[in-house]
């Protein structure tokens, strides 16, 4: 598979469904399970980690882009996720090779 094939419809259909149901049991709390930061937090968000590599557009799903940024806001954050800005940059120049090469 090319590293900058497309998700499917039906995966992106599946992924906006998640994030909708995780967006809504958001509503009103500042963290998964209520308003302390837990384990489910932090293993929500390593996942997360993977759509912000990509640059995915969360920004219709108002209360987790308010969740993610509190996330971001940890101390630990930058520490804990420098892999995603490795990634993106690696990501970067592996698309704009395989786009010279066309």
Not at 45 to 70: E, K
Request: with cysteine; charged share 20%.
């Amino acid at each position: 598979m090319p590293p900058f094939q497309a998700m499917s419809e039906e995966a992106e259909e599946t992924m906006k469904k998640v994030l909708t149901g995780l967006n809504e049991s958001l509503e009103g709390k500042n963290y998964v399970c209520g308003s302390e930061i837990t384990i489910a937090d932090c293993s929500i968000a390593g996942i997360m980690g993977v759509l912000l590599t990509v640059d995915y557009d969360m920004s219709q799903w108002l209360h987790l882009v308010a969740w993610l940024n509190r996330m971001k806001a940890q101390t630990w954050w930058d520490e804990c996720n420098k892999g995603i800005g490795m990634t993106q940059e690696f990501m970067k120049q592996t698309k704009a090779s395989s786009d010279n090469q066309v």
